[in-house]
């Protein structure tokens, strides 16, 4: 019985202690199974929040703020009525050159990205900020916000209402750029890609007088919809632009000089948009100049880049230059080959960007610069 005795309890001991080491097993692994878990949910929540954090900032492929190098200083801003980032206010951001001062000020270039984009997207895509410190331009480069619109989008289609309440804004951010800065005031020119290049040109036709240039990249004709229904039709090509209302926005002024540049595969929006554009503002352009005189086609191609096909209207630019028969471009299309809606000459790496394509920035700054002949 002792015997018995003694064995029963060695046995209840060595279970005892079986007992524990499978609890204490089943614990450890019970650990890891949640702590694996709860990596598993930290990296999938994570990726879960950043992807829904792109998809809320309305912006395709986000990048960081741009920054200082080799000269030149960034800054940003918020600019607008009232308080709080709602219809009436916008963020920019804006790039000075060095050595821009009261005694060497600088021309201003408004650039304006289109739809998918913010300013800090726009500037890592189109590499403005080593284009304008080579050429010594200040740029001005406001952002849409996703409570005007969730996808970024300028509202160029709706150009009596909400799109004329955006350009003043825009106007009035150009005015506060121009107080706080050495601009030189008679060379203020604006660009845009997309829906920025259909404002860029509404920005023409309502303020004249105010820029020297304009530049669409890719961008529907104005006056072309007067609601997002029709902005669809007239990205396609498929409508033609009020003349009569582009007519009552300049009352009598006349718009000013014109680039478009489009990419010939380009199918959303199409290429008909460009040409669209161009006979908007050679209708608009005032008999008494003489009408414009269309030049012979030209077709480049330097090195592995796209080649661009080149058409130029030509027209007297003032009196005092028709005199002189000083002949400027008053409107020039640039057709990009084998382009599709993205940024020609971008950076790789960013979302309406192609980096195969001649630099478009460039060829705006060539057709804005200063002699007026616009050479490429």
């Known amino acids: 019985m002792k015997r018995r005795s003694g064995s029963t309890k060695l046995w209840t001991t060595l279970g005892k202690q079986a007992a524990r080491s499978a609890r204490k097993l089943q614990r450890s692994v ?70 821009v001062s009261a005694a060497r000020p600088a021309p201003l270039l408004v650039l304006l990205h289109g739809c998918g984009q913010d300013a800090a997207s726009f500037a890592a895509s189109t590499r403005v900020a080593s284009v304008a410190r080579d050429a010594r331009w200040i740029v001005l480069m406001p952002e849409q916000s996703v409570q005007a619109n969730a996808q970024r989008c300028w509202t160029w289609f709706s150009p009596g209402t909400r799109g004329a309440a955006e350009a003043a804004l825009l106007m009035s951010m150009v005015d506060h750029v121009c107080r706080r800065y050495a601009v030189i005031a008679d060379r203020v020119c604006a660009m845009g890609l997309s829906a920025g290049g259909a404002m860029a040109m509404l920005l023409g036709l309502r303020y004249p007088d105010r820029f020297a240039g304009i530049a669409s990249h890719s961008g529907a004709a104005p006056y072309t919809a007067t609601n997002a229904a029709q902005a669809t039709r007239a990205m396609r090509g498929e409508r033609s632009a009020d003349a009569g209302a582009a007519r009552l926005a300049l009352v009598g002024r006349r718009p000013p000089p014109l680039v478009l540049l489009h990419g010939d595969e380009d199918t959303l929006v199409t290429y008909d948009s460009a040409t669209t554009a161009a006979a908007l503002w050679l209708e608009l352009m005032p008999a008494d100049g003489g009408p414009a005189e269309a030049l012979p086609i030209k077709r480049i191609r330097r090195g592995t880049r796209r080649a661009i096909e080149v058409l130029d209207w030509q027209a007297h630019a003032d009196a005092h230059s028709a005199a002189n028969g000083v002949i400027h471009p008053y409107v020039r299309l640039v057709k990009v080959e084998g382009l599709r809606h993205a940024w020609s000459g971008g950076a790789p790496g960013q979302a309406f960007s192609d980096p195969t394509g001649p630099d478009a920035l460039k060829i705006a700054l060539r057709f804005f610069s200063v002699n007026g002949r616009g050479v490429i």
């Open 30 to 99: 019970t650990d890891s199974v949640l702590r694996t878990a709860r990596q598993q949910s930290s990296a999938v929540g994570k990726a879960v929040g950043d992807a829904a954090r792109h998809a809320l900032s309305g912006v395709a492929t986000p990048a960081r703020a741009p920054v200082s190098r080799a000269g030149g200083v960034w800054e940003e801003g918020i600019w607008g009525f009232g308080f709080g980032l709602g219809h009436t206010q916008r963020r920019y951001r804006l790039y000075v050159p060095p050595g």
